[in-house]
């Protein structure tokens, strides 16, 4: 009888070594990444998701309180979703938002967080600073921002149970 020796046992156990081996690296390299930031809540992805419904009381309760309207005239409606675009200057440009109190809330008391980013990327992302007078936030921007596309994300605060979230898409000429 021939004794023909074969190697495919050694090949099937070599190969699922190695794929053991690609799980651990890619669990491993995976781990020394941070998780993608949800900008709009100012928040992780982790505690959005588990905050969600806290969230939107939150975002309810500001309602109910306050109306914010954005005070820019130069509107466009983009796409088959129909989303509003502001358009801005790209030399300089300030945003005014006008806050309405619909009870006795003051409105000279919100705290607020403000973020320009665009879309597609984080590195061009900017805190600004605003002010709020006689019922009006005042957000300066840069003296230069790029022409394109923007968003103008801010978060307004006036108690850990009312907290208002807004998202403007700009675009800068």
């Known amino acids: 009888m021939d004794k023909k020796k074969t190697f495919w046992p050694y090949g099937l156990l070599i190969a699922f070594l190695l794929i053991i081996g690609a799980s651990v690296v890619t669990v491993v ?26 969230i939107q009381k939150q975002q309810d309760n500001f309602n109910k309180l306050f109306k914010v309207d954005f005070e820019n005239k130069d509107l466009q409606l983009l796409g088959a ?9 790209s030399n300089s440009y300030v945003a005014n938002f006008k806050i309405e109190s619909l009870g006795k809330a003051d409105v000279q008391n919100l705290k607020y967080e403000i973020l320009l980013t665009r879309p597609h990327t984080k590195k061009d992302d900017q805190k600004l600073q605003g002010q709020i007078k006689q019922g009006i936030l005042s957000i ?11 968003q103008l994300k801010f978060k307004l605060i006036e ?5 208002g979230f807004f998202n403007y898409e700009l675009y800068a000429k």
């Open 159 to 163: 108690n850990p149970q009312t907290i």
């Open 29 to 54: 390299i995976s781990s020394d990444y941070p998780v993608y930031e949800d900008d709009f809540y100012f928040d992780s992805y982790q505690n959005v998701e588990n905050n969600y419904n806290e």
């Open 81 to 89: 979703r129909k989303i509003p675009v502001y358009t801005i200057d």
């Open 140 to 150: 300066t921007f840069p003296s230069k921002i790029e022409e394109g596309r923007w």
